[in-house]
């Protein structure tokens, strides 16, 4: 490819000259003692030249020595140029360049990968571009005369040494990032590594300078360097750069031909100790998560926060560093505080003593106390808060909070657990909840807590006629038994609009509310309603409902309880039949208790299951085996609870659950129950579910797939022997295994 590029450069350059001078001549491709030239002749006699190029057919190898000048025809011919790709991709390990040469042309040694030295002359005043691309080698540069180095040295390996006048390395020193020496100095420096707190760098003799001279000593910032048997220098204990601004110097003395002593002088900069940090607060503490570097010169040692409060009172803690990493934590800070003059320090160790770096002031602010302690409890017409203050520390106490609700009342409670109730409020409505705590007339803490009330329920009860003058009034409700501004208000039914309602306050106890009326007559009818009055005098009210003062006669529910009964070890299905009265049944179903309890009504002696229905019937389950129970049926209306017979029955003896482990923590949740058969019931997830028994030897009982409905389902459809048995079940994300114990 080279050879096509140089014969299309020649025919352009032959047509040039044959139109413009007939007398002038190329004669090209002359082989003289093993280089080609292209000569030009029959011009005058001082401008006649040769200059080199690529051989038409192989390439140059080895050692290439171009002389001054060459004969041709019996006539000298001065060698000034060497031609455009002379010798890329050529073999040559080395090349001497005459001092006749005045011009080296573009990609004139393109990709001489064998080449390892080159020395271009004092006379060279013309280069063309990229001349060495490609190559790695050491550069002789004894000319002054050249200013295009940019170009001219583009491509040249920053592995590659230039050797080279001082006024010309700044010039080269734009286009090359290699390794460039003063060719008229005895000695260089080439720095291999820098460390936080030393150098190595090696000292070579400039094999290039030619006058006498002997190396004298070596020092560092005023520091002296022992001298080394072999070129390698390895200097430590030098200052941290702890800003990066300050830089070193090697100072090389030697003596020179004439007996004096000289300087050689090598600047280098120390990299700036490395250190990243993060801060994080919390309501009374600041976190520093450090990080720094550390080499074989510098080892990272402790580290040390401090910050001052806005009373410029420090604050600090420190912590040894740990490969390179340490965690600082200053305490007891007070919440939703500034802090100022952030400062981290880090201390290296080494046998000269300890050097501090000092990170920048920086501002950090403590969070608010979280006050995640709102717990509101929310009914129709009320709010009521359990607000909590602990203690954050013993130097930081809550002395004032302050509880409010946006749109009522502030209340300022004290600094304990105190159950704040805010009532009269309206139904079904948007409130927020705020807390805010003081230390001093220091704001610490707040909070705002969301929430709705509820939607009102004010379901009138028929009346229950006491006497043939008074009446017993109720409503279901949903308010709170502590509200005050509820009550009913009643008329005669053919009462005109003029006439105002009567009204008399409410009790509200167990979801009731409750009232008596007295002084009817016994030939009006009337008619009552519940109402509730909010604190902004919003009135609400319930249904009217008629009733007849005079009808005061009831008759109750009728009750049985039937004995046929089906018994199983831990569980029993029960039957009766309830028939309504004069009221509506408000509840029916099953009472239920051991033997060994008392049958009477009070609380905790019965157990309940309701059921519906005219003709009744309800699975009691999770009994104890063997044991003997009383049940009976009942039905409530508004006014009284009546039963039916009290019966018995006795569970058998069973094989029975007595020991369950759980192996895994999951959302998913199940349990297990054992009668005649093993069922499951599982909760927690949406997902189908595998599940499998096995016994402890690792036989499979059962498996198989079922629903997570929180349903019961058998697994194991008849009785199991004793023994020790797991069951593991999975939605194919969580698992969660249980260990069964049967006797």
Known sequence: MKRLFTYIGLIAIMLCYTQNNVASELITNKMINGICYNIWTNLTSESDYAYVTSPQNGDYTGEITIPD??????????????????????????????????????????????????????????????????????????????????????????????????????????????????????YWIEFRKTYLKGV???????????????????????????????NTYFVKGLPLNMYGTSSSTVTISYIDENLEEKSLYYSFKLPTPSTSYSISSSYNSLTASIKTSSDETATPKTAMFYVMDESYNPYSADNSITNGQAIIKIEKLMPNSSYDNAVITITYEEDDGYCPLYKPKTKYTTAKYPCYNLRPTVKANSISVLANYPTLSKDINITKALIFIYGGEKQKLTANAETHLFKGLKPNKEYSIGQTLYCGDKIIGESITNCKTNELELITENPYIVTPTSAIIAAKTNIGEEEEQVGFEWRKTDAPDVVVSKSGSGVVYGGMLEGRINNLSTSSYYKVRPFYKASDGTMYYG????????????????????????????????????????????????????????????????????????????????????????????????????????????????????????????????????????????????????????????????????????????????QLPSGIYIITVSDGKDKKSTKIAIK
Not at 144 to 169: M, P, R
């Open 543 to 718: 249904e009217w409902i008629g009733f007849d003062p005079s009808d005061f006669s009831y008759f109750e529910p009728t009750v049985h309880t039937y004995a046929r009964v089906s018994v199983q070890s831990t569980s029993a299905k029960v039957k009766g039949v309830a028939l309504q009265g004069t009221d509506d049944i408000t509840e029916q179903g099953f009472e239920y208790w051991a033997e060994n309890a008392i049958a009477s009504r009070a609380a905790g002696d019965k157990q309940i299951i309701q059921a519906t229905g005219q003709s009744m019937e309800a699975e009691i389950t999770d009994l104890a085996p063997n044991t003997t129970y009383n049940y009976r049926a009942y039905a409530k209306t508004s006014k009284d609870t009546t039963y039916g017979e009290t019966l018995k029955f006795t569970t058998p003896v069973a094989t029975a659950i007595i020991g369950i482990t759980n192996t895994t923590n999951s959302d998913l949740q199940f349990n297990v129950r054992n009668t005649n058969n093993v069922q499951i019931a599982i909760n927690g997830t949406d997902k189908e579910c595998n599940y499998r028994m096995n016994s402890i030897t690792g036989a499979n009982i059962a498996s198989g797939k079922t629903t997570a409905d929180g349903e019961w389902h058998t697994i194991a459809n008849y």
């Open 200 to 230: 190595k760098f090696n000292l070579y003799e400039n094999k290039y300078y030619t006058k006498e001279h002997s190396l004298k000593g070596i020092n560092i910032d005023e520091k002296s360097v022992e001298l080394q048997k072999n």
């Open 69 to 186: 000048y060459i004969y041709y025809g019996g006539k000298k011919y001065p060698v000034t140029k060497i031609g455009y790709l002379a010798f890329c991709y050529d073999k040559v390990t080395k090349v001497t360049i005459p001092n006749s040469i005045k011009e080296i042309e573009t990609n004139a040694f393109l990709n001489c990968q064998y080449l390892s030295e080159l020395k271009i002359p004092a006379s060279v005043e013309k280069i063309g571009k990229s001349i060495l691309g490609g190559c790695q080698l050491s550069l002789i540069i004894e000319t002054d005369k050249i200013t295009n180095w940019y170009s001219a040295l583009s491509g040249l390996s920053s592995y590659s040494k230039i050797y080279t006048h001082y006024s010309q390395i700044d010039y080269i020193s734009r286009a090359f990032s290699g390794t460039i020496i003063n060719i008229d100095t005895p």
